[in-house]
């Protein structure tokens, strides 16, 4: 089992940044997929941004972030990040760490309880 705490959102005007953090609980983040996501009021959640670190390391980020956002994580503390720059107002939403195990698998098996990150114009 794994638990998933997410931190470090908050209020921040258009153009600024925010690290958020993940840490994850029960087992190594290593071979898992990891992800962030985000859910705005009113929106379905969507994917921000996924990475494989394993078997080639593939990133995804979803074309709204690129270049803005960065995936990263710190395997001794067994967290992972989203470096958050050039934020939009439209960027405001809750925004969930995931994992899962298999990477074919389209779901995720982890989530977390989401952190809100508020833009302001």
């Known amino acids: 089992q794994v638990r998933l705490v997410e931190s470090g959102g908050g209020l921040v005007q258009a153009g600024g940044s925010l690290r958020l953090s993940c840490e994850a609980s029960g087992r190594s983040l290593s071979s898992y997929v990891m992800a962030w996501f985000r859910q705005a009021p009113g929106k379905e959640r969507e994917l921000v941004t996924s990475?494989?670190?394993?078997?080639?390391?593939?990133?995804y980020y979803a074309d709204f972030v690129k270049g803005r956002f960065t995936i990263s994580r710190d395997n001794a503390k067994n967290t992972l990040y989203l470096q958050m720059n050039s934020l939009l107002p439209e960027d405001t939403a809750v925004y969930y760490c995931?994992?899962?195990?298999?990477?074919?698998?389209?779901?995720?098996?982890?989530w977390g309880q989401g952190t809100q990150v508020t833009v302001s114009s």
């Open positions: 990475r494989r670190w394993i078997g080639g390391g593939n990133t």
């Open positions: 995931a994992a899962k195990v298999t990477p074919a698998t389209p779901s995720y098996d982890y």
